[in-house]
């Protein structure tokens, strides 16, 4: 019997949190004069887009507000029009970032949509995430594209029920821990654990042993993997 494949987008399909990455080590750049421990500035703006994300959700926007409201609170000054620019900067790079697919990924879903239904589930904002799959020319190999503001159990449970899936027959493959695996497991899908070594940290969570949980060290193992089932 054919399977339904949900892939995860950000870090599973294409490189996202590295460039992420380089933004922060901008803002460290930027405000070393003011903030020096960089220990205490990354513990800061951890606290600071836990506090946003409840409100302002995920993605370039949100962690821009983050970046700006970091660096104001180390900053004592009144007026920090030249530090704001440079974060503004950050964004404007941050935003332009090229689309880097991971390495076989066109190629694994070209194979794997010939035998079977492929899903695209991700969360962040709307036009943001949709601009990504737009530019990643990947969207053609997908029956679905779903982007939600977040991916818990609710949600799995919402996209079984709206798209009439057969959860033994349903894997949800990506690099979240905590948005991938969990709360598809939860849900009564399998899951696919994809590591990758640049993962959010805020997307950690231990991986439990579970009987529905497979892992592979990359996307190519996929097909198979999902052969033997």
Request: negative net charge; glycine residues 6%.
């Amino acid at each position: 019997m054919s399977k339904c494949l949900i892939f995860d987008a950000d870090d599973t399909l294409w490189e996202n949190n590295i460039y992420f990455l380089r933004a922060i080590e901008e803002f460290l750049e930027l405000i070393a004069p003011l903030a020096p421990n960089r220990s205490e500035v990354l513990k800061a703006l951890s606290a600071v887009e836990k506090e946003l994300i409840p409100r302002g959700g995920y993605g370039s926007r949100n962690f821009l507000r983050a970046l700006e409201e970091t660096f104001r609170r180390f900053y004592a000054g009144s007026d920090g029009w030249a530090y704001l620019q440079g974060i503004g900067q950050i964004g404007e790079r941050l935003r332009s970032h090229p689309m880097q697919l991971l390495p076989g990924v066109a190629s694994i879903l070209q194979s794997l949509r010939l035998k079977h239904r492929l899903m695209l589930f991700t969360k962040g904002d709307q036009e943001e995430q949709s601009n990504k799959i737009g530019r990643s020319g990947l969207q053609d190999y997908f029956d679905r594209l779903e982007i939600v503001e977040e991916k818990h159990t609710l949600a799995y449970q919402r996209l079984i029920q709206s798209h009439q899936l057969s959860p033994q027959h349903t894997f949800m493959i990506g690099n979240s821990p905590r948005s991938d695996v969990a709360p598809a497991l939860a849900a009564g899908l399998w899951a696919v654990y994809v590591p990758h070594r640049h993962t959010w940290e805020l997307e950690h969570e231990e991986v439990k042993p579970h009987p529905r949980l497979l892992v592979a060290a990359s996307i190519q193992e996929i097909p198979a993997l999902l052969a033997s089932f």
